[in-house]
């Protein structure tokens, strides 16, 4: 895999002392960066000091990757994530999953606020993501191809990997923990949708919508990062109850679900070797 900016920036982590190879990657976007506080990090890197890094601009979002262990898995995890809407470019969005790649990860957990279209996966529950819909935004590999890193044309075929899917499910069952389960329908951004595009969106076969997963998606599947997708519901969907989604309640829910989404995590990389 090679790439100067990539090289650049991981060079740069894997400097710093404390450093230890990780094998599994999280992602934690708004209001969920509480819910890494049961990983115990050797290294603690701001994302302004990793070339490159782009930096998140929102609210909520920390801007940090932790590097250390949590359940006894070596884990690296990005705290605050970055968003097309908020102008990056697709080469800068492509950055952080490869560099999680480059450090070593198999496998990416990506966790995000969502809003749910589905009247079966109501707000303060957990959804795991089997599928998405990105039928708006820009293609985060749009651009040359890096043929290095992977294919021009990558398959999108089980984008969420049915095995982790599956841990995870077992993981939330020993916790008691209700677990939906649906397919993400992406939303660019930053305006919420319209109750017209929700009703849209709903027909479309999706039933959670969202504003960062999906492209993160692709970059992880395209340099072969195994992923596994948990939304924490933190809404309806626009014009699906009486009051309209705000970032402040989309916050204010999501750190009310860190603690779900820790316990769920702290079991899951506990037995993440265990025989299927
Ligand atoms: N729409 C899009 N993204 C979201 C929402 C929503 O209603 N809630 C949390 N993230």
């Not at 992602?27 to 506080?37: D, F, I, N, Q, T």
């Not at 923990?177 to 009703?199: C, D, K, N, Q, Y």
């Amino acid at each position: 895999m090679s790439d100067a900016l990539l090289d650049t920036a991981v060079a740069a982590i894997q400097g710093r002392a404390g450093f230890r190879k990780p094998r599994i990657g999280i992602v934690a976007g708004s209001g969920l960066g509480p819910a890494l506080a049961a990983l115990t990090p050797s290294l603690a890197m701001a994302y302004r000091d990793i070339p490159g890094f782009p930096e998140s601009t929102v609210a909520g979002h920390a801007g940090q990757i932790l590097v250390g262990d949590w359940g006894g898995r070596a884990v690296a995890a990005l705290s605050g994530r970055s968003h097309g809407y908020e102008g990056h470019a697709p080469a800068a969005l492509r950055l952080p999953l490869r560099v999680l790649r480059r450090l070593g990860c198999e496998a990416v957990i990506l966790l995000s606020s969502v809003g749910s279209i589905n009247p079966e996966i109501r707000p303060g529950r957990l959804a795991l993501v089997s599928d998405q819909i990105m039928l708006a935004g820009v293609n985060p590999l749009t651009g040359a191809n890096a043929d290095a890193i992977g294919p021009r044309f990558p398959s999108m075929v089980d984008a969420y990997a049915p095995a982790l899917r599956m841990r995870a499910k077992k993981a939330a069952a020993s916790l008691g923990l209700s677990l939906g389960e649906g397919v993400m329908l992406h939303h660019p951004g930053p305006s919420f949708e319209t109750p017209a595009e929700i009703r849209a969106y709903r027909l479309l076969g999706g039933d959670l919508v969202g504003m960062s997963m999906a492209p993160e998606t692709i970059v992880a599947r395209h340099c072969g990062l195994d992923v596994l997708g948990i939304g924490a519901v933190t809404n309806m969907g626009a014009g699906l109850t009486r009051d309209a989604p705000s970032h402040a309640e989309t916050l204010s829910m999501a750190r009310a679900m860190a603690e779900d989404v820790a316990r769920l995590l702290g079991r899951l990389l506990e037995q993440w070797d265990a025989p299927a």
